[in-house]
Structure formats: structure tokens, C-alpha cells
């Protein structure tokens, strides 16, 4: 089975597509490097900004045709060659595809309310090609919207960035407990909270460390802890430069945080998602 990890949270601006970005970057790498049978990792962008699709592709402007919004739209038979027709090969490898966001997505909701089986028209289409790729990666939304529901239908792993401000006990188990609901609701019970990524983390401020050293000593979230990833600027500059952070700055210190992430990841998928 591929695992399909879906980056979520309800808050913006937490480095969800920093991270889903780098870290599907970071898998290829690593799958190739470990002579895995298949390095290829596809990024499926659900947000309508198209942050993910921007960096990977340099490109945002995905309309009606080439583009998630397409396969959303297309007629149930058709949707998984749909799907295919609308990846396309990112700029970052050649094995790291993208199926792009569009605008467009802002209307797919209004329109796709109220049609049976609507939450189901990303992993209906997507369950049929998943063997194609080592792992889908997918980049949500900041909102438990009918978009970011699709994502985590179609999903087997939520990890939840999250800065050190946002690190509330409350707020977390809250995030946590909206993923249950859609695993229960929807009957989905491969979906499973798999990691908490502490983003923009500054040692430097006091506050952040408090609010990590109760993350870690928590009985239940201190479990979850993925990686810690430094603030850095080195990933505004990739940002600006439509490059992996991998690329522009490996011996930057979020460079190396991440790629620490990539490794258990790929340690977890070589051992069958246990």
C-alpha cells in the first residue's frame, strides 16, 4: 500500500507547504538513494493559493483543464486518467510530480455542495494510480474545509505543523480530534495522526522553549513529535528562488531538520507504516 501523507492544519502560515514540499523532495532523494523499486513522490495541492504548485512548478496560473479543479469536475469513469493527464514533472526531480492547484478551487467547494459522494472525488481516482508512486504527499488549506476533508479521505498519515506559539495543549488535541471525527465520520480507519512538526522554532525566545518542553513532556503529544525545525531565513530565499530548500542551503540548519524528518519517514514506510 502507498502511504499518502496529508500536511494539515487549521491555522495559516505554520509551514505546511514548506514542509510538504521539502519533505516529498527529501523522500525522492532518499528512495533513490536506498535503490528503492520506485523513487517517484507526488504532491497533490489542494490549496487554492497554489504555494506548493508555485515553488515546485513556477507556475500558478493551473485553469479548468490542467489541474486538480479538472480531475474534481470530471465525470467518475473518467477521473483517474483525468488525474494522470493533469500531473505534470515538477522543476525540483524528475521522479517528484505535482498535480497543480488552480483558483479555481475557491468554486469547486460552492459547487461540489450537496453532491452525493463529493468528499470522495480526490480518493476515489487517486486509489487507482496510488501504485505508481513510493508516496503522495498532499498540501491542504488552512481550514477543515470540504477540500482539506478530500485530502484526508484520500490520506493513510496526518502530520500537523504547527509553530511554538501555537502549541496549546487545547489547540493541538482540537486539530487532532477534527482528524478523528473525518476518520470515524467518513469510515475511514487507515487515516491515522501520525506526527506533530514543530516549524519556525527560535531557541532564542523563552516562550518557545517553554511551550516545547510541555509538548514533550505531555503523555499523549510528546509521542507524536516529529522533528523540531529551526527558524531560518534560508527558506523565505528557496522560497523566492523556486527552489527546494535542500538545494539552495543543504548545510542550513531547517535543511538539516528536515532532512532528519525524511529519513523517519522513509525508515517508516520501509517498515510497512509501523
Known amino acids: 500500500m502507498t502511504h499518502v501523507f496529508v500536511f494539515t492544519n487549521h491555522k495559516g502560515g505554520v509551514g505546511k507547504s514548506t514542509s510538504a514540499t521539502n519533505i516529498a523532495f527529501g523522500m525522492v532523494n532518499l528512495l533513490r538513494r536506498a535503490n528503492a523499486a520506485n523513487p517517484r513522490v507526488l504532491i497533490i495541492d489542494t ?3 497554489g504555494h506548493a504548485s508555485l515553488v515546485t512548478t513556477g507556475k500558478k496560473d493551473y485553469g479548468a483543464d490542467d489541474s486538480l479543479y479538472t480531475v474534481l469536475m470530471a465525470e467518475r469513469q473518467n477521473a ?17 510530480h505535482v498535480l497543480p492547484a488552480s483558483p479555481m478551487l475557491e468554486g469547486a467547494e460552492r459547487e461540489l455542495m ?5 468528499p470522495y472525488r480526490l480518493a476515489d481516482p487517486l486509489s487507482k494510480i496510488a501504485n505508481q508512486y513510493g508516496a503522495i504527499v498532499i498540501d491542504t488549506r488552512p ?31 482540537s486539530v487532532i480530534q477534527k482528524i478523528n471525527d473525518i476518520r470515524e465520520g467518513w469510515r475511514h480507519p487507515n487515516l491515522r495522526v501520525s506526527g506533530l512538526l514543530v516549524t519556525k522554532m527560535d531557541t532564542r525566545v523563552r516562550g518557545h522553549n517553554h511551550l ?16 523540531v525545525i529551526p527558524s ?12 527546494s530548500l535542500f538545494t539552495y542551503d543543504p548545510r542550513s540548519s531547517a535543511s538539516k531538520a528536515y532532512m532528519q524528518v525524511v529519513a523517519s519517514l522513509v525508515r517508516y514506510l520501509s517498515k510497512g507504516g509501523e
Open 47 to 49: 490549496d487554492s493559493q
Open 80 to 96: 483517474p486518467q483525468t488525474l494522470m493527464n493533469c500531473i505534470v514533472q515538477s522543476q525540483w526531480d524528475e521522479n517528484l
Open 114 to 118: 450537496g453532491v452525493a459522494g463529493a
Open 143 to 173: 481550514s477543515f474545509s470540504l477540500l482539506t476533508e478530500m485530502g484526508l479521505i484520500a490520506a493513510t498519515d496526518a502530520i500537523i505543523p504547527v509553530e511554538p506559539r501555537y502549541l496549546e495543549t487545547v489547540g493541538l488535541t
Open 212 to 227: 516545547l518542553a510541555e509538548l514533550k513532556a505531555h503523555p499523549v503529544l510528546g509521542k507524536l513529535l516529529l522533528g
Open 232 to 243: 531560518n531565513e534560508a527558506v523565505s530565499y528557496a522560497h523566492r528562488n523556486h527552489q
